[in-house]
């Protein structure tokens, strides 16, 4: 990567590398927006930023991937509008650097990333987060309120109405474990995963249009939920609040398809709660059959997922060996999670491509979840992977 930097600008004096990992969500969908819990893991799949001082006032961008640059004047950067290009991601988060009273200094950037896009598996934070870094260059910035920033970056410039998680994992992302975030006091606690389970991830590698609109759409239907509830509950700010219990006594006030949201993110928030002692009791058969709760939940009341997802769970649940399936992430598209014996890792890899090939003629890609640490200055240049291992 200090190579293609040389290549790029002529000189990789000074250049320091900053990295931050992509995410796949255990359990948790769509609660993190109404202030509930999640439980993602970072992957060991991730966005690298290399950076070095420029000697006149710009900032230049150059994605390995795309074999593209882009420049601005760092003095115009405060102004710049969104033009629906990979960029915005970068100068969202450089604006609120400015914001936040980080002066933005002149630098030249190489982006690398093996997060495949569009995925579900969360590139666009990795490439907030490692950014975010690169900009600070090692100037110290609580992960915290990073998080935040690069959220609010997204919301404000990209234009996506996101929740806290991706960005939250990226940061605090922990090696052989997962992390169980409370997105209203934003704290976390750190989860080991059980032994004898194996947790693997399947990219449809579809993204059906609806995606960005749908989900605004979703977060509309949650707060005309909470309106309901308020009326004999006038202390719930968010879905976060409303117990089983409430839910069901103002169920029916609702009218029916918003009823049916409110129903996800309240089931969906306790499954995480049970998901989590379960995990902690290694009480693997019932951590799978949450997987499968949540995944009909998003499927039918939710409604964010799609044949795709729902032909991979199926097929998965089918198998010798496995002990869940779910979609991950925002839904229309991307990613499942499995969960399985780790002796039925090798048969789900050879059948879960054709069985998926055979009905719909794409060749899914596979990850396994490997638990990795959140975004730092990486300092091990041996250990960024080479353009040839990119997946995209
Ligand atoms: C996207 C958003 C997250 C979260 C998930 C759904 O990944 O960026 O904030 O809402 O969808 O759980």
Same mark, same amino acid.
């Given at each position: 990567?200090?190579? %293609?930097?040389? =290549? ?6 000074? %250049? &320091? ?22 439980? /993602? ?11 070095? $001082?420029?000697?006149?006032? =710009? ?22 509008? $969104?033009?629906? !290009? ?12 400015? *914001? ?15 997060? $495949?896009? +569009? ?17 600070? +260059? +090692? *100037? ?14 997204? *919301? ?31 704290? !976390? ?12 991830? @399947?990219?449809?590698?579809?993204? !059906? ?8 759409? #979703? ?6 939920? @909470?309106?309901?509830? *308020?009326? #004999? ?8 609040? @409303? ?19 409110? &129903? ?6 306790? &499954? %995480? ?6 995990? #902690? ?13 949540? !995944? #009909? ?35 229309? +598209? ?22 998926? =090939? ?12 490997? /638990? ?12 960024? /992977?080479? /353009? ?5």
């Amino acid at each position: 990567m200090i190579d %293609v930097f040389r =290549q790029i600008y002529g000189s990789a004096h000074g %250049v &320091r590398v900053f990295r931050a990992p992509g995410r796949v969500n255990l359990i948790g969908e769509h609660t993190d927006y109404n202030l509930g819990f999640v439980l /993602p893991v970072a992957l060991d799949l991730a966005t690298y930023v290399a950076t070095a $001082p420029s000697s006149d006032a =710009q900032l230049r961008i150059y994605s390995e991937q795309r074999n593209e640059s882009a420049e601005w004047p760092v003095a115009e950067i405060a102004a710049l509008t $969104p033009r629906r !290009h990979w960029t915005d991601y970068c100068i969202g988060v450089a604006q609120e650097l400015i *914001r936040a009273g980080s002066a933005l200094e002149p630098a030249n950037l190489v982006v690398r990333s093996t997060v $495949p896009e +569009g995925s579900g598996l969360s590139s666009s934070a990795a490439l907030e987060v490692s950014t975010a870094l690169a900009l600070l +260059g +090692g *100037r110290r910035m609580a992960p915290l309120e990073l998080a935040r920033l690069c959220q609010r970056a997204e *919301r404000n410039f990209v234009g996506m109405p996101c929740g806290i998680m991706d960005q939250y994992i990226s940061l605090f992302g922990e090696e052989h474990a997962a992390i169980c975030i409370d997105c209203r006091s934003l704290k !976390h606690q750190v989860v080991r995963l059980p032994e004898g389970t194996a947790f693997v991830a @399947v990219n449809t590698m579809v993204k !059906h249009e609806l995606a960005g609109s749908a989900y605004k759409e #979703r977060t509309e239907q949650c707060a005309a939920a @909470v309106d309901v509830v *308020r009326r #004999r509950y006038p202390r719930v700010e968010s879905l976060r609040d @409303v117990s089983p219990a409430i839910f069901e006594e103002t169920e029916s006030s609702m009218e029916p398809l918003i009823a049916r949201r409110a &129903r996800h993110v309240v089931t969906e928030d306790a &499954r %995480v709660i049970e998901f989590v002692a379960a995990c #902690r009791e290694g009480a693997v058969e019932r951590m799978g059959e949450l997987f499968e709760a949540s !995944h #009909r939940s998003l499927q039918h009341d939710y409604e964010v997922s799609c044949d795709e997802l729902d032909f991979l769970v199926d097929a998965a649940l089918g198998l010798e060996g496995v002990y869940g399936a779910r979609m991950t992430g925002g839904g229309f +598209g991307g990613c499942t999670v499995n969960m399985m014996r780790p002796d039925a890792v090798a048969h789900f890899e050879r059948e879960i491509p054709r069985l998926y =090939q055979e009905r719909f003629g794409i060749q899914p890609h596979i990850y396994p979840v490997r /638990p990795s640490w959140g975004g730092e200055e990486e300092k091990n240049l041996e250990r960024i /992977p080479a /353009p040839a291992q990119l997946s995209s």
